[in-house]
């Protein structure tokens, strides 16, 4: 059990990290949302493939596929669409770093909802969350004032209040819902249907001639290595511990993704982002110590 948890831990923090750097490589040339489309109608059919060879295929009753539904809206459709969009205009490195507030998003929360006390740590990991953001904006405060830029940040920030919505309801589960890989593979199903729709809605005419070999590429390593190992593993973790220590890992996340956007797009990485990073981190830390040693 200690070493599929373990695994698990590791695919969710490397994996998902290496997943920011694939996003920017991908919207190069296909559009964001068809991206995020086909990518979860490939690992999607992974998935169902398995489940049929496996003889595991459920039948889907319509509570199950309500269920289903609402939590691939949140966590893909939104999470994971908005979170592609939003590096067509920011870069990978950026993205993975406001994503580390999802811990914060998560206690938020729960708070609000009784299942966590606020504390002086608590606290204090907020402030220096908050600081370490101040400090990303704050060289760049006219780049909100690009509207691509702004529609970017705002996208980020929207994937990730839904993901932290979807990670408490997740958590909460049902005692009558699909085993585990199942439900999987309706979310992704579901959401590849809806987020292809979306683009095709935006842009009816796509065309792929201008789709590069690299972008191709970093698609199917979404599917298999972002959705399909990732969101499994996550799936498990989230059965396995606590939300707001599973989100935690969003931490290490960043510093993969920070490194590889450094080392193959060239994306800067200032004193100040090295900084913020180490306080946002700090912050996550000092908020979980206790769920964390």
Known sequence: MKTKLYLALFCVAFFWGTTFLAIRVGVETIPPFLLAGIRNLISGSIIFIYLLWQ????????????????LSLLMIVLANGLTTYSEKYITSGLASLISTLSPFCVLVLNLALGYEKLSVKTVIGILLGMLGIFLIYQSSLTDLLIPEYRQGIFAI????????????????????????????????????????????????????ENWSSRSICAMIYL???????????????????????????????????????????????????????????????????????
């Open 55 to 70: 003889k595991k295929l459920e039948r889907v009753n319509a509570r199950q596929l309500l269920q289903a539904f609402i």
């Open 223 to 293: 599917a298999i290595f972002g959705s399909v190992v990732g969101y499994v593993a996550f799936s498990y973790l989230i059965s396995q511990m606590p939300s707001t220590k599973v989100t935690v890992l969003s931490y290490v996340n960043v510093v993969v993704a920070l490194f590889l956007g450094w080392l193959i797009l060239g994306e800067i990485i200032t004193a100040r982002i090295i900084t913020a990073t180490i306080l946002i981190i700090s912050g996550v830390v000092i908020v979980n110590y206790k769920k964390i040693k």
């Open 157 to 208: 920030l929207l994937a990730i209040l839904a993901w932290a919505t979807g990670t408490i309801i997740m958590k909460k589960g049902s005692d009558k819902s699909l085993t585990m890989m199942m439900n999987i593979c309706v979310q992704m199903m579901i959401a590849g249907v809806v987020l292809t729709s979306i683009q095709f809605y935006i842009t009816p005419n796509i065309s792929t």
